[in-house]
């Protein structure tokens, strides 16, 4: 604690503040302005008084590939997309590297946001600088950073919304491309029911209710569960589907893990049959375009999707089910 009342006074043609903390005795030069020196002072005092003092002197030092290193390993873990997580923040490592945390700035961050758009999407931009936002955050939470360089920064507009789907021939050219019949079966399921890639991973036979012909999503995206309709295609598809001796994941590794080696696979397929530009989400936006072709009812489309607004693409030739 603080020990004394500090004094104010000249030295070397400068204020300078003197008190003492816990026996030791500090010095600071304020500067020309004795009435400011005092306030200087006034405020330290404070801060030595609530043991604030030094431990506010070492807010921003440390490094911030160690900083990275330990939220890789206290927060990453934590969260739904953790591998998109992880590889964000390694490049954040990559950029900033030992740097101490408290000399990164909003300018050289604003200054990164500009030269990115050259090329890069306002999204991914967003989504880049929306992780070190959280990151520089938890710094604070953590007592490692006083406040965040990104406080009050304004992200880009988005308008980068994609339009692409695929017709019914389009989709069966698409799935006889696929080699591996686990691909061929993701397919079919986004195809025919509009989840997610990550949903269809993390598919457990469990939530199959083949008798009602649901499917249900315990864990989506925006964190409320959710059934699916299946139709005959899928149900057919998973009533054959072999299922691993000990996991009870339908798309299970050998060893029982969930599979993660669909984007080779997927992107070879569309190679093979011709499409390009085409991502897996775009499958979910063609089941989407399909239900409405259909007359599906948009609102049972929304609590199918999960989402408040439903993207639906709605192609200009009349366009029949899909028969994958």
């Not at 006083?146 to 880009?156: R, V």
């Not at 599979?259 to 979910?284: I, P, T």
Request: aromatic share 8%; glycine share 8%.
């Amino acid at each position: 604690m603080a020990n004394g009342r500090g004094t104010v006074y000249m030295r070397a043609g400068q204020w300078t503040i003197g008190f003492t903390v816990n026996g030791r005795r500090v010095r600071e030069k304020i500067g020309g302005n004795k009435r400011f020196a005092e306030m200087v002072l006034k405020k330290r005092m404070t801060e030595a008084l609530e043991n604030r003092y030094f431990s506010k002197r070492n807010l921003g030092r440390m490094p911030f590939r160690e900083f990275a290193e330990s939220y890789l390993e206290r927060v990453v873990p934590q969260m739904k997309s953790a591998r998109s997580e992880r590889i964000r923040v390694l490049c954040w490592m990559k950029h900033f590297g030992s740097r101490p945390l408290g000399q990164i700035t909003r300018t050289e961050i604003e200054e990164f946001q500009r030269q990115s758009r050259a090329k890069q999407r306002p999204a991914t931009i967003n989504r880049n600088l929306g992780r070190l936002r959280r990151m520089l955050n938890v710094a604070v939470n953590w007592e490692l950073l006083e406040e965040s360089p990104m406080k009050g920064l304004k992200f880009l507009a988005e308008n980068n919304r994609r339009h692409r789907y695929l017709s019914v021939q389009e989709s069966d050219q698409l799935v006889q491309a696929c080699v591996s019949p686990r691909v061929r079966a993701i397919v079919v399921i986004a195809l025919h029911t509009g989840m997610r890639l990550g949903e269809i991973l993390n598919l457990r036979f469990q939530d199959i209710d083949f008798r009602a012909g649901l499917i249900l999503i315990r864990d989506s995206k925006h964190g409320q569960p959710r059934h699916i309709p299946m139709d005959a295609t899928v149900v057919d598809l998973l009533t054959g589907y072999p299922r691993h001796p000990t996991s009870d994941l339908v798309f299970a590794t050998a060893s029982g893990t969930k599979f993660k080696g669909v984007r080779d696979g997927f992107k070879n397929a569309c190679n093979r049959a011709g499409l390009s530009d085409l991502h897996f989400h775009d499958l979910r936006h063609t089941f989407a375009s399909q239900w409405v072709m259909n007359d599906g009812s948009l609102y049972l489309l929304k609590e199918i999707l999960g989402r408040d607004d439903a993207k639906i693409c709605t192609p200009e030739p009349p366009v029949h089910t899909l028969r994958c």
